[in-house]
């Protein structure tokens, strides 16, 4: 079944404490993408990457970090959490920059 | 700097009536645009898509959307709503990123 998955699903951590968010997909996309979710505010993308090695800043990259070693995966690294980083986290992956984009299921991060 | 606008935060029809969320961008080049869905506690979904062509697009579910470029705008309607259409509503645009709007909530009431 083509999906993107991620990792965990729910998340409860301490401010600084460092974590990783995974993002998988296999349907052989060169495009991926990290939105977070938050209310009144829509979906705003933190970074995103046109192919393997290729990443770029979105709308709010500040705190996290990203990467793409392996076409399929893309994970989300926040190397010091804090609370304003609490969010609804989507990953997204589509064939090209620019077509449809599909979602993976969300990680919900609370930093307390 | 580009930015998509949703005009409705929150829409409470009763099924039956007809409905149109409104969706305006501010970009004067090539777009693509989109319609999403997210029903409550899922992912969001692709409702329908507009590239080039037919300025009047359907989708799935009985949605459609109009493309006015002089508008700068892509509303997304349909006909008779039904409840199990209760869900947020996202308008995006990828120009040389991806800009999604703040959403719109629809309340279906049956």
């Known amino acids: 079944e083509a999906q993107v998955t991620q990792n965990p699903r729910y998340l409860i951590t301490v401010t600084g404490k460092k974590l990783t968010v995974t993002c998988s997909q296999n349907m052989n996309h060169e495009y991926m993408s990290w939105y977070r979710q938050d209310p009144g505010l829509g979906l705003r993308q933190i970074y995103y990457?046109?192919?393997?090695?290729?990443?770029d800043k979105g709308d709010v990259p500040e705190g996290y970090k990203v990467s793409r070693k392996e076409k399929r995966n893309f994970p989300l690294i926040l190397e010091s959490p804090s609370p304003n980083q609490t969010s609804l986290y989507f990953c997204?992956?589509?064939?090209?920059?620019?077509?449809?984009?599909?979602f993976g299921p969300g990680t919900r991060l609370t930093v307390l | 700097a580009q930015s998509v606008s949703q005009h409705n935060h929150h829409v409470i029809l009763s099924e039956a009536a007809s409905l149109e969320l409104g969706c305006n961008y501010s970009y004067g080049g090539t777009v693509n645009l989109f319609w999403y869905v997210q029903y409550p506690g899922q992912h969001l979904q692709l409702l329908l898509k507009?590239?080039?062509?037919?300025?009047l697009v359907k989708g799935i579910k009985g949605f459609e959307a109009e493309f006015i470029k002089s508008k700068f705008s892509f509303n997304l309607r349909k006909p008779s709503v039904q409840w199990s259409d209760t869900a947020e509503y996202f308008c995006a645009v990828k120009t040389n990123d991806m800009r999604f709007g703040a959403g719109t909530r629809l309340t279906v009431k049956p």
């Open positions: 990457s046109m192919n393997v090695e290729v990443t």
């Open positions: 997204a992956s589509s064939l090209l920059a620019g077509g449809e984009q599909f």
């Open positions: 507009y590239f080039s062509g037919d300025p």
